[in-house]
């Protein structure tokens, strides 16, 4: 079992930044690919970025150039940091675990306005 807590979520006006963080605990972080995904009022889940265990990431073409994935395995923590946030942006920020199976943390709210 992997628990995962996310932070940072909160309201910013479009362009500025927000950082959110993803603590896990409970199984060896590091041998965990780990994404951020989000999911939109009548929308459904899509995966933003992904970082693998080597530290090889991939992201979503509407955030290319602008959010960042990264991982410190010493403090078992993913991050997502996300520049130049467009209202589209808004959204609830899930941190996802896999490896053998998939583990979900509760959410965080991201809400950008014009």
């Known amino acids: 079992q992997v628990q995962l807590v996310e932070s940072g979520g909160g309201l910013v006006q479009a362009g500025e930044s927000l950082r959110l963080s993803c603590a896990t605990s409970g199984s060896i972080f590091s041998l965990y690919t780990m994404d951020w995904y989000r999911q939109a009022p009548g929308e459904q889940r899509e995966l933003v970025a992904s970082?693998?265990?080597?530290?090889?990431?991939n992201y979503t073409d509407s955030v290319k150039g602008r959010f960042t994935i990264s991982r410190d395995n010493a403090k078992n923590t993913v991050y997502l940091q996300m520049n130049s946030l467009k209202p589209e942006d808004t959204a609830v920020y899930y941190c996802h675990a896999r490896r053998h199976y998939g583990f979900w943390g509760q959410g965080t709210q991201v809400t950008v306005s014009s």
């Open positions: 970082i693998n265990t080597n530290g090889t990431t």
